[in-house]
């Protein structure tokens, strides 16, 4: 009997696939299940939908309306894990938890060639799904598989040609200007010097390359004139015509300009790297982009986009933290001084740290304290007797003005 039904589907999606297009298998597909169906792509746009009525679920409605998934839905199903389960899943699941799980759904993931170009939904809110439901879903996303293969232009095997340069430059493929100039002219690109790359990532911590291609289609269409690749977990923006070094501040500043509204809608950071000029310099400006990116993100107090030229120290200090015990890099009058303190009530810490953090500058430090400079003097000295250091000692103050912004 079970084989019966199943003959029935596979004839409804034959008949469907030699007619052509994703409309005509929604609706033998709906005509089966009985259930409303819904397909949409990795842009989260909707290519069908059946039947086109409002249902009273939220989220079919919003997508019957909008005719695509707004970007505060993506984050939610990324939060619920729809994604990452997708993407895990080479079959049909029922999705029971989360936002839908008072209407629950089919959800299946479209792959051609292994890879994932659309998803399917199918609603059950009863939950009432049977393992013979989950079976004829696979079969359905068989038959979308089919029209995505028949239909695409062009699959990620065969990227356009801007494209492959862009990924043949970043991956460090193009080792000469010959070959620069050669690329330049087949896929018709005019590079003027002055370049930096900007990084992209969504705030959250964990990063779905699913999301990471939807994120940067979005930007292929805000900014069509802009270069930009996935790699590395990032999106990266290749910015040209960046003149000169001193027309970094007001380039940042039109650069937040543009991308604010994108950035705000799409949920993302941004790290920005130093001015260039040569492209086949490229690999350490990528790491200049994504470790302001990343200690962008470690901050909350940090713009949406972070200046690398602007955490440059705290870049050099980090990796001291994470590769070294305190022990090994503090300068012990810290903790002397800390224990005087806490014990007598003293200042001695922050007057040394102002001091040092001043450049030794007197009179900025008496300033910054609030204090006459004899009493600066006075606890300069104190802090000599405490600890026998030499503040005269280059290697000494270097030690210790690394050891406070260690700190």
């Not at 980090?318 to 224990?339: A, C, D, F, G, W």
Request: glycine share 4%; hydrophobic share 40%.
């Amino acid at each position: 009997m079970i084989t019966n039904i199943i003959q029935e589907l596979y004839k409804l999606l034959f008949d469907a696939l030699s007619k052509g297009g994703f409309e005509e298998i929604t609706k033998a597909a709906y005509s089966y299940m009985k259930h409303p169906i819904v397909l949409i792509d990795v842009e989260y746009k909707v290519l069908s939908q059946v039947p086109h009525c409002p249902l009273g679920d939220p989220i079919r409605d919003t997508l019957l309306k909008e005719n695509l998934v707004p970007s505060e839905m993506i984050w939610d199903f990324d939060n619920d894990n729809y994604v990452k389960t997708n993407r895990e899943n080479n079959r049909a699941f029922l999705v029971d938890w989360g936002m839908v799980a008072n209407l629950p759904r089919i959800m299946v993931s479209v792959r051609v060639n292994g890879q994932i170009k659309g998803y399917m939904g199918i609603l059950y809110p009863d939950g009432k799904c049977a393992q013979e439901d989950l079976a004829s879903a696979d079969i359905i996303v068989q038959a979308f598989a089919m029209e995505f293969s028949r239909i695409m232009k062009f699959s990620s095997e065969l990227l356009p040609l801007q494209n492959v340069f862009l990924s043949e430059l970043f991956h460090g493929h193009i080792n000469n200007q010959n070959q620069l100039k050669e690329w330049s002219s087949h896929v018709n690109l005019t590079l003027s010097k002055g370049y930096c790359l900007l990084a992209i990532q969504p705030t959250r911590a964990t990063i779905d390359s699913v999301l990471l291609q939807y994120i940067h289609q979005q930007f292929e269409k805000k900014l069509p004139s802009v270069l930009s690749i996935v790699f590395d977990e990032c999106i990266y923006l290749l910015i040209t015509t960046v003149n000169t070094k001193s027309m970094m501040d007001s380039f940042v500043k039109a650069q937040m300009q543009m991308l604010k509204p994108i950035l705000v809608e799409l949920h993302l950071l941004a790290g920005i790297s130093d001015r260039f000029d040569n492209l086949l310099d490229l690999r350490p400006y990528l790491y200049q982009a994504k470790h302001a990116l990343t200690l962008g993100k470690l901050n909350p107090k940090c713009p949406m986009i972070s200046v690398y030229n602007n955490l440059v120290l705290e870049n050099i200090l980090s990796t001291v933290r994470t590769h070294m015990e305190p022990q090994n890099y503090m300068h012990p009058t810290l903790s002397i001084l800390e224990k005087h303190d806490n014990l007598n009530g003293t200042e001695y810490l922050t007057t040394l740290k102002t001091y040092m953090t001043s450049m030794c500058n007197s009179t900025k430090t008496s300033k910054a304290l609030n204090i006459h400079r004899n009493t600066l003097l006075y606890r300069l000295n104190r802090i000599v007797q405490l600890t026998d250091i030499n503040l005269d000692n280059q290697t000494t103050c270097a030690h210790l003005i690394l050891s406070f912004y260690l700190k």
